[in-house]
């Protein structure tokens, strides 16, 4: 019985928890049953906190038989190891942050447990969110449930295996250059970036201040849009949270694509892009034409600089947030008698490989000289980038482009090559600068099995026309059905 609770998804979970066919407790236990099973070779989760998990079930249990009715009553999810838990370690995937228990629950994390959420644990990811495989984690390399030599994507890695493997029924991600939508695709799963200033960063860990945007990663497009209704709306712990009105995205689902016009951007069909996800996404276009909707040609013709803008930015941000691991303020000290020997030695010694190449590229930016010439231009360009979405969203509903230009690579094959690794975020980065919307959909396999995600890119704060698109394709397909080998079968 545990393993087939397993495999429904959170939509059907909360409809048999409502008519008592199934209980909080037993849906847990299933969960954290699977997690046993799966997570010693997966590596997906830092942390279980099984004792809570099982304690928020009976409470939910208790809180049902009363007649409380919460959005997400008794459903088991996991958190990303970059948002604070109070009482729980928060690592950011980061030796400099072992054994930090945050006094305090981050806003998006507070508002999922007046949900009704049964936090099962923290999820493996890049150190500091700093990666596109979860290879950069300091503590385990997460592995992909469809090919288990492969990486699952990043840096929310262990947010989309859990997902994908059955260990949760859905997962709370970061995305700061793709980093929720990118592993969304590497493990065939619904994934959604807010966007920026939709879902609150009050409490979560810096990496980009200008780029990050919490979101939820699930097994339908559907799912998703039930904690998105969640984790979405102002909040005035964070100055960058819009106060913009939340709609009611599941009731917006079944709209239907009539008459929506979808935009196509000429710059993200390309040379070099794996064949098979070509197909795939254009056939995906097709049949959202074929249902009513009109496509249309558009171009976005700043794309090309959105790599280089992002990697001044991010890491130039980056730089700022990370001063403050020193050993005095955050994170253990490594004592050498002397102030500069004892910083120098605690940040070698606390952060991974490429916290300290992102460190040195975002402080260079920084120093005095080159911040004009680089981080001023970056930000000038991004403006461009920017204007060239404004444009397109006055022309169309929605955008759609491929995740990623290649499905899932093996563990280990880009991790000499920085800039190979870089590239597997191109498709994603553009609308990260823009602050819009982005969610990934499952659209079809490669020739090895390997699942190829399509992105619908929307106008900021335009979440429920995303959705909405996505939905509809998404049922009209089983894509979402298919489980992988060590997945949900």
Known sequence: MSYNLTDLTLTQALSQLRSRQISAVDLTRAHLERIEKLNPHLKAFLTVTAERA????????????????????GIPLAIKDVLSTRGIETTCGSKILKGYKPVYDATI????????????GKLNMDEFAMGSSTENSAYAITRNPWDTTRVPGGSSGGSAAAVSAGMAMGAIGTDTGGSIRQPGAFCGIPALKPSYGRASRYGLVAFGSSLDSPGPLARTVEDVAR??????GHDPLDSTSVKADVPDYVAGLEGGVKGLKIGIPKEYFIEGIQPEIDMAVLAAIEQLRGMGAEVVEISLPHTNYSLPVYYIIAPAEASANLARYDGIRFGPKVDKGEMWATYK???GEGFGPEVKRRIMLGTYALSAGYFDAYYGKAQAVRTLIKRDFDLAFEQVDVIITPTTPKTAFPIGQNSDDPLQMYLEDVFTLPPSLAGICGLNVPCGFDFQGLPIGMQVLGKAFGEDTVLRVGHTYEQ?????????PVGLA
Do not use: F, Y
């Open 476 to 484: 009209a397909n089983q894509w979402h059905t298919h489980h992988p």
């Open 54 to 73: 099982l304690q928020d079930a009976e409470a939910a249990d208790r809180a049902r038989a009363a007649g409380d009715d919460r959005p997400l009553l």
């Open 345 to 347: 030695a605690t940040r």
């Open 227 to 232: 904690i998105t209704g969640v984790i979405a």
């Open 109 to 120: 994390v507070k508002r999922l447990s007046e949900a009704g959420m049964v936090l099962l």
